[in-house]
């Protein structure tokens, strides 16, 4: 079986005259999971658009495999608060059917959720729901963009772990974009650390030890602020607004 893979070769994009990413060049493969870090503004969303096929770069290449499936999970997906939407009719809008939606829902360990209205679950319940729809086309490539946005620290660890299952068992390639590499340290094969152009990569733990990486994040637990100040509708498009909860004790 042929592996797939995602390549970029010398991406360069800028906008309003202002460079965004300088000559980036990767290789992603399937069953290998990438972790992408960087602080605010260092490109990673436009690097994601242009991994997804959604933006052209200004120059370099971009190449994949004829193969590719891609799957793709949000930080965050903007819903009516009024739309009458259980988890399970979320995932079918998919047009996938009711079984394959449910195994979907089995295998991100929220079958309880399927009947709930998705204004009401939790940030974590919200994520898994997301990974779920990411994962019903059977894709062997997941671009997961801060996939545990939201989610307390022990959730945060359990989502990393279910990451982590879902690519072995789809045999798919996984590209997260992370706020704090410590914690996705063990759930992760390679590291990407980006400042408008590849500071490092490699092994988490070599990366940690980077002088690139450290004169970013100095010594200690490398956390960031990320400034998310948008959402995505059903179709994936960005749209500015905060979405009204259900509330939580």
Do not use: W
């Not at 242009?50 to 971009?62: A, E």
């Not at 009947?115 to 729901?129: K, W």
């Not at 152009?197 to 092994?203: A, E, M, R």
Request: charged share 20%.
């Amino acid at each position: 079986m042929t592996t797939q893979t995602i390549e970029l070769h010398n991406v360069c994009q800028s906008f309003k005259n202002e460079m965004v990413l300088e000559n980036i060049s990767l290789r992603l493969k399937q069953g290998e999971i990438t972790t992408l870090i960087g602080p605010n503004g260092a490109g990673k969303s436009t690097l994601v658009r242009i991994v997804l096929g959604l933006l052209k770069p200004d120059s370099g290449q971009r190449t994949q495999s004829s193969q590719l499936r891609l799957g793709y999970m949000p930080q965050k997906i903007k819903l009516d608060p009024t739309l009458p939407l259980t988890t399970l009719r979320f995932l079918q809008l998919t047009d996938t059917s009711r079984a394959e939606c449910q195994k979907a829902l089995e295998m991100a360990e929220m079958v309880h959720t399927a009947n709930t209205p998705v204004q009401c679950l939790s940030g974590g319940e919200m994520q898994r729901a997301l990974l779920a729809r990411a994962v019903l086309r059977k894709p062997n490539f997941l671009i997961l963009d801060e996939p545990v946005q939201g989610v307390d620290i022990n959730g945060q660890n359990d989502l990393y772990n279910t990451i982590a299952e879902f690519s072995k068992t789809l045999n798919c390639g996984v590209l997260m974009v992370s706020h704090d590499l410590h914690l996705v340290m063990s759930a992760t094969d390679k590291v990407i650390c980006l400042n408008k152009h590849i500071c490092c990569s490699g092994l988490p733990e070599q990366v940690t030890q980077d002088p690139a990486y450290l004169d970013i994040f100095g010594r200690t637990t490398a956390l960031y602020t990320h400034a998310h100040n948008h959402h995505h509708n059903l179709q994936g498009d960005v749209v500015v607004g905060t979405n009204s909860d259900c509330k939580h004790d």
